[in-house]
């Protein structure tokens, strides 16, 4: 989990670095995508860890949570958007499997893969 809030926190700041470049709608729709991946990947992660998901789902479950939590905040889902989504958790997720030698739990800790 350290690894997707890592990468969450630097695609922040790069998000706040380039304010000033960007119409503030544009920055909260990336926003937006950042914290509903971020939840996305988590909940699957979660998921998994308890059983209640099979490793070969975690992916698809964070990319389904995500666009679900998109379409709740009442924004339209475009295909351009979707795609970020399906993006950004695939960058987390090979963050995560970089990272697999160092544990930010225990031992037993799974990743997504």
Not at 22 to 37: A, F, G, H, R
């Amino acid at each position: 989990m350290q690894i997707a809030n890592t990468f969450v926190d630097v695609a922040e700041k790069m998000n706040t670095a380039l304010k000033a470049f960007i119409p503030s709608y544009v920055e909260n729709i990336i926003d937006t995508v950042l914290k509903v991946t971020q939840a996305g990947v988590h909940s699957a992660q979660q998921l998994y860890n308890s059983g209640q998901l099979s490793s070969d789902l975690r992916k698809e479950q964070a990319i389904q949570y995500a666009i679900n939590m998109f379409k709740l905040s009442g924004r339209e889902l475009t295909s351009d958007l979707e795609q970020s989504i399906r993006d950004t958790v695939e960058a987390v997720v090979y963050l995560m499997k970089q990272n697999e030698q160092v544990p930010t739990v225990s031992a037993d800790t799974k990743y997504m893969s």
